[in-house]
């Protein structure tokens, strides 16, 4: 699996919604794509944080928070 191609899972990864080959593979390549498991990481605990928010109120920073997850990209892995 590709960086590209687990950015394009990940909402079916925290859904539920892969097969068990398809959820390994995306686990596999957490295991070794360091900027992919931080991305993860920081997506799980992100839209957790927008689902608490979203029940009282969507601020303009978790909406910013939403896009930039959105617009980034973790191939390559140079960003810090
Ligand atoms: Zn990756």
């Given at each position: 699996?590709?960086c590209?191609?687990?950015?394009?899972?990940v909402?079916?990864y925290?859904?539920?919604?892969?097969?068990?080959a398809r959820?390994?593979q995306f686990?596999?390549h957490?295991?070794f794509?360091?900027?992919?498991k931080?991305y993860?990481e920081?997506?799980?605990?992100?839209?957790?944080l927008?689902q608490?928010?979203a029940a009282?109120?969507?601020t303009?920073?978790?909406?910013a928070?939403l896009?930039?997850f959105?617009?980034?990209?973790p191939?390559?892995?140079?960003?810090?």
């Amino acid at each position: 699996m590709t960086c590209q191609e687990l950015v394009e899972l990940v909402t079916d990864y925290f859904d539920g919604a892969l097969d068990e080959a398809r959820r390994d593979q995306f686990e596999d390549h957490l295991n070794f794509c360091p900027g992919c498991k931080q991305y993860v990481e920081q997506l799980r605990v992100t839209l957790r944080l927008a689902q608490d928010l979203a029940a009282v109120e969507r601020t303009p920073e978790v909406a910013a928070l939403l896009d930039a997850f959105r617009d980034w990209h973790p191939a390559g892995g140079q960003a810090s």
